[in-house]
């Protein structure tokens, strides 16, 4: 038998097997389709709390003190070498002008500032800090750095809340990990033992096959080939799911994150990287389970 004419008979019997057993079939599709949707979700998700770290981390700031005897020229050259440094850009805040914002944000207790004999602000650089150098140990650094500068008396860029926005991202992203395995895991073991009974339900047919001479490769053709059509199709219905979640519930969602990620910030749940990712995992789980079947099958 040529080439050509096996893998015409082996795509031939892998659909003859999707009709033979259509409800067995359902359930490993559905399974796939339930586990690329959840995971699917979950990436999106990530990439949205992403996105928001970023954008509450576009908040963050340092704030360097002066030392009060500094005169202009002197905060002048420090602010250049303090952007040399970090690569972001400093602005110059006034003892008086700090005063000011400080009674603002304070309202009507800001009055009692007036009373003060004297400000007790220090002249201070508010630098902003590039995104690459958002993270904790950037940060950290970055403040070790400018405290040794001459003229620097204090140095301070909120370090509690970057530690604790940094320890959710990595909470989520390893969590959202090993719910991945776990749902791998499960979707592989349902699906080889819905495939299983689909064999089981031809095994009539697979010992005819061995009696005749087929090996055991030219008998797990066709069963790898419908493992493949069902992953194949479970991605599609997962992605269609993820299309008419975006369509449904999208439109509120970014309406109620858009004080927190802005007009612009709304992450899509389906991007072409991502449907690329569950068409290949899809696939991959559709193998893997009829691989795992198939194998057990031709042990007994």
């Not at 009709?19 to 339930?34: D, E, G, L, N, S």
């Not at 140990?137 to 370090?159: H, I, N, S």
């Not at 569950?278 to 893997?288: D, H, I």
Request: glycine share 12%; with cysteine; aromatic share 6%.
């Amino acid at each position: 038998m040529s080439v050509l004419a096996k893998t015409a008979y082996f795509w031939r019997s892998a659909a003859s097997g999707l009709r033979h057993a259509p409800f067995v079939h359902f359930i490993a599709v559905t399974t796939i389709a339930i586990a690329l949707f959840a995971a699917g979700l979950a990436q999106a998700m990530g990439r949205g709390v992403d996105a928001l770290l970023a954008s509450l981390g576009g908040e963050v700031q340092v704030t360097v003190y002066l030392s009060p005897g500094l005169d202009e020229e002197g905060a002048a050259v420090l602010r250049e070498r303090m952007e040399a440094a970090s690569g972001g850009r400093a602005s110059l805040v006034p003892p008086q002008a700090a005063l000011d914002r400080l009674a603002r944000e304070l309202g009507d207790l800001g009055e009692a500032l007036a009373q003060l004999p004297e400000n007790p602000l220090p002249p201070s650089l508010e630098l902003q800090v590039p995104a690459e150098r958002r993270t904790p140990g950037a940060l950290k650094q970055l403040a070790q750095e400018l405290r040794g500068l001459p003229g620097v008396t204090g140095v301070d860029y909120g370090e509690e809340a970057v530690e604790r926005l940094s320890a959710i991202s990595r909470a989520l992203r390893y969590g959202g990990w090993v719910a991945f395995a776990v749902v791998l895991l499960a979707t592989v073991v349902i699906v080889s033992a819905t495939l299983q009974l689909a064999i089981y339900s031809r095994r009539g047919e697979i010992e005819i096959q061995k009696l005749v001479g087929a090996t055991d490769r030219f008998v797990k053709m066709p069963f790898l080939i419908e493992g493949f059509l069902q992953g194949l199709l479970g991605a599609g219905v997962a992605l269609a799911g993820l299309a008419l979640f975006e369509r449904l519930v999208g439109p509120g969602m970014n309406s109620l994150l858009s004080f927190l990620v802005g007009p612009g910030g709304a992450v899509p749940l389906l991007e072409p990287a991502l449907a690329l990712e569950m068409v290949a995992v899809g696939c991959a789980l559709g193998l893997g389970g009829s691989f795992i079947a198939v194998g057990r099958f031709l042990r007994v």
